[in-house]
């Protein structure tokens, strides 16, 4: 099978790299309005770019045309707060991505605890095991095929100024990955544990 990426329409090509790159991170991204209401939403098209300084970037597409909250907030604010999804924080990170009318505060809507962040004006989700402080670096536009005609997709880079991990997930100065039981994502609704892992050296 060769797939020409031309042939195929937006979802059918969403769920093509989702998968092929996978299993994606679910990023629970917390952030704060310029009104001071909480939101947050998760993201899975996220990845780490760069090591020092640590770097993160995330994908946030419009919807309906319009900038997602989180966008907005971010731009707002520039700064953002990656929650770890395990699995506890699986269920509120799903319902985090209905859409909420902007007054909602997403946080304890979905039934978690915001907490003040100490070096950013987003807030923090008290549950998340992991939690990274980010200030934003640089954002980048790229030009994508929306239901509604072309639009812009923000890509947005930020520094990890600050990291919270909780006591029962770091074991001799590292985060334990079995400890944490991360979810990652595999395909549209399909999501997997961390539950069989496994150690292999390089040469
Ligand atoms: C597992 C999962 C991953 C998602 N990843 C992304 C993503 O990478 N980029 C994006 O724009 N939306 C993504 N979404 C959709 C947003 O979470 C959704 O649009 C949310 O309502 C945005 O909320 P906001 O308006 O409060 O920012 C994802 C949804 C789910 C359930």
């Given at each position: 099978?060769?797939?020409?990426?031309?042939?195929l329409?937006?979802?059918?090509?969403?769920?093509?790299?989702?998968?092929?790159?996978?299993?994606?991170?679910?990023a629970?991204?917390?952030?704060?309005?310029?009104?001071?209401?909480?939101?947050?939403?998760?993201?899975?098209?996220?990845?780490?770019?760069?090591?020092?300084?640590?770097?993160?970037?995330?994908?946030?597409?419009?919807r309906?045309?319009?900038?997602?909250?989180?966008?907005?907030?971010?731009?707002?604010?520039?700064?953002?707060?990656?929650?770890?999804?395990?699995?506890?924080?699986?269920?509120?990170?799903?319902?985090?991505?209905?859409?909420?009318?902007?007054d909602?505060?997403?946080?304890?809507?979905?039934?978690?605890?915001p907490?003040?962040?100490?070096?950013?004006?987003?807030?923090?989700?008290?549950?998340?095991?992991?939690s990274?402080?980010?200030?934003?670096?640089?954002?980048?536009?790229?030009?994508?095929?929306l239901?509604?005609?072309l639009?812009?997709?923000?890509?947005?880079?930020?520094?990890?100024?600050?990291?919270?991990?909780k006591?029962?997930?770091?074991?001799?100065?590292?985060?334990?990955?079995?400890?944490?039981?991360?979810?990652?994502r595999?395909?549209?609704?399909?999501?997997?544990?961390?539950?069989?892992?496994?150690?292999?050296?390089?040469?």
């Amino acid at each position: 099978m060769k797939i020409e990426t031309a042939s195929l329409g937006r979802q059918e090509l969403h769920d093509l790299i989702g998968t092929a790159i996978s299993p994606l991170p679910i990023a629970f991204i917390s952030t704060v309005g310029p009104d001071g209401v909480n939101n947050a939403a998760p993201f899975s098209f996220v990845a780490p770019v760069c090591s020092k300084p640590a770097i993160i970037c995330v994908a946030i597409g419009l919807r309906k045309n319009e900038k997602k909250d989180t966008l907005r907030n971010i731009e707002s604010t520039l700064d953002f707060v990656v929650n770890v999804v395990d699995e506890k924080l699986m269920r509120p990170a799903i319902d985090a991505s209905t859409e909420y009318p902007s007054d909602v505060d997403e946080i304890k809507q979905v039934g978690l605890t915001p907490v003040a962040s100490d070096r950013v004006k987003s807030p923090r989700i008290a549950e998340a095991k992991v939690s990274l402080e980010c200030k934003v670096v640089q954002e980048m536009q790229i030009v994508e095929q929306l239901r509604e005609g072309l639009g812009l997709r923000a890509i947005v880079f930020g520094e990890v100024i600050l990291a919270h991990v909780k006591d029962e997930v770091w074991v001799k100065g590292k985060i334990d990955p079995r400890r944490l039981q991360v979810i990652g994502r595999v395909a549209q609704n399909t999501y997997c544990r961390t539950g069989d892992m496994f150690e292999m050296k390089r040469a």
